[in-house]
């Protein structure tokens, strides 16, 4: 049963412009949301995280935006940059931590110039 | 500092034979988890070890084994291989069984012919 339904599964951007990917949950003991980037031939690689406490967290041009209710959450990448060209998947935990994470099924970005 | 190393980096084994597949936490970390990731799919969740102890456990047959050594590296052993175990094997390292945050390493490709 996947409990992460992530989208779109391949998106094309321009250099500069905004990409977005959204991710959908279904157990609502998830209470720890990661965004991961996994180049070919690399290990998933830490991007961003956040807590339900919180609608919104920031970290450079990556930001998570969460919505409780919906059960949704989505990460925008601003600015992108053909390095950001990867594969990117939202995960989620129960436990608040990153010991047993859910992984949606990824998102092919590529960034053109 | 080193991070998450995995050996061997490929491997390619028979139907039928046993595997095992090792990691090294980065120093200080004392929980690994053990993901599966089938290609164009997300890691699914196979083990995690913290103080050598399974502390939890994904849906995979009993086919899949693992250990945690008191130097907190571990080994994952998967018996009588399947076809279908033909994967990345991605080992992950946080601090903590309570860690937020888990960092993977580059993996150890199967395959099995």
């Known amino acids: 049963q996947q409990q992460v339904k992530q989208s779109p599964q391949s998106l094309i951007v321009q250099k500069g412009g905004i990409s977005i990917i959204n991710c959908a949950y279904e157990?609502?003991?998830?209470?720890?949301f990661p965004w991961y980037q996994q180049f070919p031939g690399k290990g998933p690689a830490l991007l961003i995280a956040?807590?339900?406490?919180?609608s919104e967290k920031k970290e450079g041009r990556f930001t998570i935006s969460f919505n409780k209710s919906a059960k949704q959450f989505s990460l925008h990448i601003m600015d992108s940059q053909p390095g950001d060209s990867a594969t990117y998947f939202c995960a989620a935990s129960g436990t608040g931590t990153a010991s047993k994470l859910t992984f949606g099924t990824g998102t092919r970005l590529q960034v053109t110039l | 500092d080193a991070g998450v190393t995995q050996s061997p980096t490929h491997l390619i084994k028979t139907r039928g034979q046993q595997v095992t597949l090792r990691c090294s936490p980065i120093s200080g970390h004392k929980s690994v988890s053990w993901y599966q990731q089938v290609l164009g799919q997300g890691p699914q969740f196979i083990f995690q070890?913290?103080?050598?102890?399974e502390r939890g456990r994904g849906n995979f047959p009993d086919r899949f084994s693992a250990r945690q050594f008191p130097n907190y590296s571990s080994e994952l052993n998967v018996n009588a291989l399947l076809l279908g175990d033909s994967a990345l094997y991605l080992c992950?390292?946080?601090w903590g069984q309570g860690a937020s945050e888990a960092f993977f390493g580059q993996g150890t490709r199967l395959t099995v012919v």
């Open positions: 992950a390292s946080s």
């Open positions: 956040i807590r339900p406490d919180v």
């Open positions: 157990n609502t003991a998830f209470d720890y």
């Open positions: 070890y913290y103080e050598k102890e």
